[in-house]
């Protein structure tokens, strides 16, 4: 159980289009869910909190206007990379908590803007 | 001082070998604790969970809690090669606020 299924798991975009990632909490509701990135050999850094129906929380430096974040229902959030450039290629992953038993990570998702 | 402290390492061990991993936290109120492995490219796994002081055991692995010292470790007995990875100690400081430790890597080399 408390499966967390990312999509998609890699994509590749042009400079200055939009990237649209999903993540699905698949056997239990999710109403807190978390969009980390991580460059290579680096830590995990989160970016914001995506609470169910209410704005998401976003980390200092984070610009909430090029990442966009929606949770509208307790099983699904989004993470929209508004305007990619070059440097915002990295890993995404998004994470669902199960309260004290811990989160439950997505598989990731790799974007490469070229 | 950082919520969730690891020694990044590199931490290298030969096959066989056990793997000791340490983590400090620095809220007294945490309730819930996590060791994830995290392989490069992949995103973080949970491998054990420990609530209460004392041992866990599970399988090769065993997590050590101590609240009063602020201190949880992870052993991995008989060291494969597989385990090689990014071991992400990780503390529950409020029910749905989870803080993550760095990461120590490990190597275990055949």
């Not at chain 1, 400079?15 to 969009?35: H, N, P, Y």
């Amino acid at each position: 159980g408390a499966v967390v299924s990312q999509h998609p798991s890699r994509v590749i975009c042009k400079s200055g289009t939009s990237v649209k990632i999903e993540c699905r909490s698949l056997d239990f509701q999710a109403t807190t869910m978390f969009w980390y990135r991580q460059f290579p050999k680096k830590s995990l850094m989160l970016m914001a909190t995506s609470n169910e129906g209410s704005k998401a929380t976003y980390e200092q430096g984070v610009e909430k206007d090029k990442f966009l974040i929606n949770h509208a229902s307790l099983t699904l959030s989004t993470l929209t990379v508004t305007s990619a450039h070059p440097e915002d290629s990295s890993f995404y992953i998004c994470s669902a908590t199960r309260g004290l038993y811990g989160y439950t990570f997505g598989s990731g998702t790799r974007l490469t803007v070229v | 001082q950082k919520e969730v402290e690891q020694n990044s390492g590199p931490l290298s061990v030969p096959e066989g070998a056990i793997a000791s991993l340490n983590c400090t936290y620095s809220d007294r109120g945490s309730q819930s604790f996590f060791w994830y492995r995290q392989y490069s490219g992949k995103s973080p796994e949970l491998i054990m969970s420990i609530y209460s002081n004392g041992d866990k055991e599970d399988g090769r692995f065993t997590a050590q809690l101590n609240k009063a010292s602020q201190y949880v470790s992870l052993l991995i007995r008989d060291s494969q090669p597989s385990d090689s990875a990014t071991y992400l100690c990780a503390v529950n400081i409020e029910y749905n606020d989870m803080r993550f430790g760095a990461g120590t890597r490990l190597t275990v080399k055949p």
